[in-house]
């Protein structure tokens, strides 16, 4: 089944303690790319990636990490999270070329910095 | 720097009847204009997109309409139903591998 994932899908942490959300896809897809989710925000996009090793700042970078080694996926990482980290995350992935852009969502990581 | 504007924040509309959300934009260089949909406690979901080549496009019940001069574009539902009650966020980028600026979404209630 063609899908986007990602794990975990719920964490609590504490501030300053490094962690690591991963994101995996197996649609061959070259742009992936990760999506904070706030009450009255909308999506907000962290970082992209066009391809492996080629990444981008999306609109709201600060604070994150991301990495590309290989297509499949696109681990998010905060090296020091803060409560104001709290959020919804999306991972997403895109055909590039395709006859449609549909961009596939993950099922969102909700994370809790106390 | 780039931004989405989009209105309203909620609309409520009576089952049966059209709906209408619209955003704006600012970078003048944005050449692609996807809606999603994203329902409760659910990922978002591309139901329509739009490029700038194209003044409208329609899939059955939900068209998008762009104005490149007044960037501008909107999304319409007709003859709405209950399933449609969701959040629409509607976005742009320059290109379908670039950065994507969202809007902050509008919340549709659907009454029966």
């Known amino acids: 089944e063609a899908q986007v994932t990602q794990n975990p899908r719920y964490l609590i942490t504490v501030t300053g303690k490094k962690l690591t959300v991963t994101c995996s896809q197996n649609m061959n897809h070259e742009y992936m790319s990760w999506y904070r989710q706030d009450p009255g925000l909308g999506l907000r996009q962290i970082y992209y990636?066009?391809?492996?090793?080629?990444?981008d700042k999306g609109d709201v970078p600060e604070g994150y990490k991301v990495s590309r080694k290989e297509k499949r996926n696109f681990p998010l990482i905060l090296e020091s999270p803060s409560p104001n980290q709290t959020s919804l995350y999306f991972c997403?992935?895109?055909?590039?070329?395709?006859?449609?852009?549909?961009?596939?969502f993950g099922p969102g990581t909700r994370l809790t910095v106390l | 720097g780039e931004n989405v504007e989009q209105h309203p924040s909620t609309l409520s509309v009576q089952e049966g009847d059209s709906a209408v959300i619209k955003c704006t934009y600012s970078d003048s260089a944005s050449n692609y204009f996807p809606w999603y949909k994203q329902e409760l406690g659910k990922r978002p979901q591309l139901i329509i997109d739009i490029r700038s080549n194209v003044g409208e496009k329609k899939d059955q019940r939900i068209a998008v309409t762009l104005n490149k001069t007044a960037k501008h574009f909107s999304l319409h539902i007709t003859e709405t139903q209950p399933e449609d009650s969701a959040v629409y966020f509607c976005a742009a980028s320059r290109n379908r591998d670039d950065k994507i600026i969202f809007g902050k979404g509008t919340r549709l209630h659907i009454l029966p």
């Open positions: 990636s066009m391809n492996v090793e080629v990444t």
């Open positions: 997403a992935s895109t055909l590039l070329g395709g006859s449609t852009d549909t961009q596939y």
